[in-house]
């Protein structure tokens, strides 16, 4: 079994012990440039046959060993899709860009845990398809707005000083009048963003907790204070900023925590400059449980009272995650400007009218409150 130890890590990356090149990709050009960035990191070029990476041994175990081993390979599949909301809970469309799956940190609340079957740490090379693919989909339907997000299935900026896929995305990106992109991470990597045309179509946004969580459940991302720090660069380099309340965890004290941490945040961060902030209370696929508790049996918030929601998710009692948002707004209503939308993550419209006093379709859905939020201030 693991054990609870904080480690502060704000560039992942020097976690990865390997790097697993599949055949096909090793003459790749993101390949060798990947390589040639990591400089001492072992590498090996895996089998061609079926299942040829490396057996990191029995689940849930192997997924510690994971995140050391990072695999490069190509996304086979599909790199554009929906968010996977559903449908009994509000969702804001956004959409997702697939490049790559797990992560080198490692939250113990990480949803992750429950929902991929490899535990390889991994990274899609082709990305001249995964850009294809995207030009496609805009040009097929050219009058949409588009909100994207690399921070699905992985951290959007924690492989980025080896892969240098920031600068990539971003430049793209930069010319696109009908979408914007948002870059989510626990980590201050942000070396890659500094001197970039940007033309204000990239929001970096960060995942926030209070001082408790992130010294105890969050390990190997960076701390509170190095992530606003970074926020406060970009903001200097131009960017727009977006903060994530999410997963919103009970636990003591956490009044007070959450109240210091937007204290913080609001005082290191020009608050003209963040166009959206989110909360969602902590909410999990049942089988995390299990996997949380033998990976890091000294974390204690999985054992507060839960119920089954509507999507088959554990929730905490809707009286609890409307009192923990309502403490969280008013905190937010004091500090931000008028312009920020602060709305709620997967929730109903009872729990949207009890905290703002209205609905999503109040204002013509939760799509077009974040449109607009953004392209004010673009």
Known sequence: MMVNKRTTMPDPVGYINNIHVEPDCIDHPVTRRILARAKKIPVKVVSSEKFSIPDLGSYPGSLTKGK??????????KFFKPCPGTREYICCDYQVL????????????????????????????????LLAEVSEAFAQDPKRFWRIGTGEFTDSLALDSLTGLSRGLIEFMRDKDSAVLELKTKTSVIE?????????????????NTPAIVANEEFRTASLEQRLAAAARCASWGYKLAFHFDPIIYHADWEQGYSE?????????PREHIVWISMGCLR????????????????????????????????YFRTLRVEMYKHIYVQLQQHAEAKTCIY?????NEIWQEIFGFTPDDRGGLPKMLDAAVGESI
């Not at 941490?261 to 961060?269: G, K, Q, S």
């Not at 049942?286 to 996997?291: E, F, G, N, S, V």
Request: some cysteine; proline content about 3%.
């Open 261 to 269: 941490t937007i204290a913080r945040l609001f005082a290191m961060v």
């Open 98 to 129: 697939n490049i790559g799956m797990n992560c080198a940190m490692d939250c113990v609340y990480c949803i992750l845990q429950a929902y991929l079957n490899n535990p390889h740490l991994s990274f899609f090379v082709n990305i001249e398809d």
């Open 344 to 348: 709620l993550c997967m929730e109903n």
């Open 284 to 315: 999990y696929l049942p089988a995390l449980k299990k996997i949380a508790a033998y990976r890091f049996p000294k974390s204690k918030f999985f054992h507060e009272e839960f119920i089954e929601g509507l999507d088959g998710k554990a929730r």
């Open 192 to 208: 890659n963003l500094e001197g970039l045309d940007h033309g204000g179509r990239t929001v970096v946004a960060w995942s926030l």
């Open 68 to 77: 050391r081993n990072l695999l490069l390979s190509k996304n086979r599949g």
